[in-house]
T-cell receptor, first 114, second 109 residues
Framework: GAVVSQHPSWVICKSGTSVKIECRSLDFQATTMFWYRQFPKQSLMLMATSNEGSKATYEQGVEKDKFLINHASLTLSTLTVTSAHPEDSSFYIC??????????FGPGTRLTVL | RKEVEQDPGPFNVPEGATVAFNCTYSNSASQSFFWYRQDCRKEPKLLMSVYSSGNEDGRFTAQLNRASQYISLLIRDSKLSDSATYLCAVNTGYSTLTFGKGTMLLVSP
């Protein structure tokens, strides 16, 4: 199956710092990638849709200036959490769209903001 | 009504049991349906797509009922390793998936 990697797998940072998360499709090209956030015992919540070469589409309630998304190539999308605060602590998961509308998920990044 | 709803469970079943989950969706225009499995603190992994005619993959059977707007997942001969949270996902727009909160399954010896 399709492989998606994410880096880092976990990060602990101080409040006010920025954190960059990378999402890579390793064995296929993904024109569309998605960024999700999952709080404990909650569902995956779509944050934004990232299209290669164009601006990301953010879901309602997600601040585009706080969560910067860049999809510069067909195999890489990045999410930068700017000026992170404790309430941003969560499990961030990316996915890449494969054939037949299936989505393949990265292993996730666990962010803890102190 | 939430877009995609699932009974959170947990469903506690003994090994060898048959268990079924349902997932309802509100958007009648939804086109694609999926079941994902998520282990604790891990990413979701695609279990199977759900086709209109129903489909089976080993011990797993998925069905779609468009009239009543729900999909189902049946697991036969449950194994301990089946313990996980099962998420249904519905394509409600171009490539955009909406996930349910998941149903937790606990299979005991």
């Amino acid at each position: 199956g399709a492989v998606v990697s994410q880096h880092p797998s976990w990060v602990i940072c101080k409040s006010g710092t920025s954190v960059k998360i990378e999402c890579r499709s390793l064995d296929f090209q993904a024109t569309t990638m998605f960024w999700y956030r999952q709080f404990p015992k909650q569902s995956l919540m779509l944050m934004a849709t990232s299209n290669e070469g164009s601006k990301a589409t953010y879901e309602q309630g997600v601040e585009k200036d706080k969560f910067l998304i860049n999809h510069a190539s067909l195999t890489l999308s990045t999410l930068t959490v700017t000026s992170a605060h404790p309430e941003d602590s969560s499990f961030y998961i990316c996915s890449a769209r494969g054939l037949v509308d299936t989505q393949y998920f990265g292993p996730g990044t666990r962010l803890t903001v102190l | 009504r939430k877009e995609v709803e699932q009974d959170p469970g947990p469903f506690n079943v003994p090994e060898g049991a048959t268990v079924a989950f349902n997932c309802t969706y509100s958007n009648s225009a939804s086109q694609s349906f999926f079941w994902y499995r998520q282990d604790c603190r891990k990413e979701p992994k695609l279990l199977m797509s759900v086709y209109s005619s129903g489909n089976e993959d080993g011990r797993f059977t998925a069905q779609l009922n468009r009239a009543s707007q729900y999909i189902s997942l049946l697991i036969r001969d449950s194994k301990l390793s089946d313990s996980a949270t099962y998420l249904c996902a519905v394509n409600t727009g171009y490539s955009t998936l909406t996930f349910g909160k998941g149903t937790m399954l606990l299979v005991s010896p």
